[in-house]
């Protein structure tokens, strides 16, 4: 039989990127001063792609977004063409808790960061599946899929689609295998879940995205249980932490144990020509997301042009 993942998995030919087929490009853009200056910011630095937070990423509470901030975000966002926009969860959201008090507070807080992203008229909404502290991973991949379809149900999606994140498998997160991610989506066929791509989680979790051979089997395995096609947004980080380490540690791209080769690799992949490369590298010093932004500006270069540039 048929998954409903296998269903919507379309194979696309491996073929060399062309100019309209490069991927959209940007980075996690602070909101200090207004949701509509993280677009500006964004569109500043030539990004044609953005990834923000809604609201106070580390607290229950949210305040309600206003007509005004709201109409400001969608005019900033004609303006400058940003698109797609995604919008990443609340870090203490735990849609696999076994805790039932933490539980519902999650369902509740993630559904509030549905209505935000449809208000918002944001494209997708990244989260990490959770952790499965006191459960088995099983039960926890169960009680994810259905927290997602408890805090969907009666709303009109449309086109805004929930992404679910790979993770690094720190602690007891589920998500570091791509097949927990099929069991996710397989449990919620109507949601049309979609893929983030976190290269950094991805290779601390035991991916091996260094050589040839290695970075083959990881889109292999992604291509078998989700489909490369549903992978709409790349988190393009290299990684501070060692191979292996489920250890969840982003650094700059080339510095990290992932390497220059092997993300050059990755950003020219025709099959991930279609999402959006979004970097969550540090911004520890003023201009940390220009030169991280043209580092991953040369990997889609043409070669010609990447020589004449050198």
């Not at 997602?148 to 997160?173: H, I, K, M, P, Y």
């Amino acid at each position: 039989m048929t998954s409903p993942v296998q269903r919507k998995r379309k194979t696309a030919a491996r073929r060399p990127q062309t100019a309209s087929q490069r991927p959209r490009i940007g980075f996690h853009a602070p909101i200090a001063g207004g949701l509509h200056n993280a677009l500006l910011k964004a569109h500043e630095r030539g990004c044609d792609a953005v990834q923000i937070f809604s609201r106070n990423p580390r607290g229950w509470q949210a305040r309600p977004l206003n007509d005004e901030e709201v109409e400001s975000f969608k005019r900033v966002r004609r303006e400058t063409g940003i698109n797609p926009v995604a919008i990443h969860a609340n870090y203490l959201i735990n849609l696999a808790a076994a805790d039932p008090v933490i539980l519902e507070k999650s369902v509740a807080s993630f559904r509030e960061e549905i209505e935000r992203g449809l208000t918002l008229g944001a494209d997708y909404l990244v989260l990490h599946p959770g952790s499965a502290r006191g459960a088995c991973e099983r039960d926890a991949i169960r009680t994810c899929a259905e927290s997602l379809r408890r805090a969907c149900d009666g709303l009109a999606l449309n086109s805004f689609r929930v992404l679910l994140e790979n993770t690094a498998g720190q602690g007891e997160c589920i998500g570091h295998r791509f097949e927990h991610l099929r069991e996710i989506i397989e449990q919620c066929p109507e949601l049309n879940l979609g893929i983030c791509l976190d290269t950094a989680h991805a290779f601390t979790a035991g991916y091996d995205l260094r050589g040839e051979d290695g970075l083959a089997a990881a889109f292999d395995s992604l291509e078998r249980n989700v489909g490369l096609v549903n992978v709409r947004a790349v988190h393009f980080n290299d990684s501070k932490a060692e191979y292996n380490s489920r250890v969840d540690r982003h650094w700059h791209i080339g510095l990290g144990h992932i390497g220059t080769d092997a993300l050059r690799r990755v950003a020219q992949e025709p099959r991930l020509a279609h999402a959006a490369f979004l970097l969550e590298t540090p911004q520890d010093e003023l201009g940390d997301d220009a030169r991280n932004l043209s580092v991953l500006r040369s990997f889609l270069r043409p070669a010609h042009e990447s020589k004449e540039t050198a």
